[in-house]
Nanobody, 120 residues
Framework: VQLQASGGGLVQPGGSLRLSCAAS????????MGWYRQAPGKQRELVAA???????NYAVSAKGRFTISKDNSKNTVYLQMTSLKPEDTAVYYC???????????????WGQGTQVTVSS
């Protein structure tokens, strides 16, 4: 299973971004998926999750602003982020889980994900 996250960038406060997490080598619908973020000096945060059956959960900081979804035909999970704030600035990455165990991450060998920077 391989995951590739993309879609990060620089956006002004109040703006929007859509992150994508594309899976290869497997059928994404089999897995529970989570979007995480890590900001310098802060703990890793689970931003949003979507179960294989489609149930979703959000961090308090993301509720009402972020939407996680998946397109099984494209083997891709998305994180639509709106009303972005400077405190959303972080490295974002996605993980895949099966039966509670992690099976893949989009972090590369150097621990790099996709950078989201919210700044004017």
């Amino acid at each position: 299973v391989q995951l590739q996250a993309s879609g990060g960038g620089l956006v002004q406060p109040g703006g929007s971004l859509r992150l994508s997490c594309a899976a290869s080598g497997t059928i994404l619908s089999m897995y529970d998926m989570g979007w995480y973020r890590q900001a310098p000096g802060k703990q890793r945060e689970l931003v949003a999750a979507i179960a294989s059956g489609g149930n979703t959960n959000y961090a308090v900081s993301a509720k009402g602003r972020f939407t996680i979804s998946k397109d099984n035909s494209k083997n891709t999970v998305y994180l639509q982020m709106t009303s972005l704030k400077p405190e959303d600035t972080a490295v974002y990455y996605c993980n895949a889980y099966r039966r509670g165990s992690i099976v893949a991450t989009s972090l590369d060998a150097w621990g790099q994900g996709t950078q989201v920077t919210v700044s004017s």
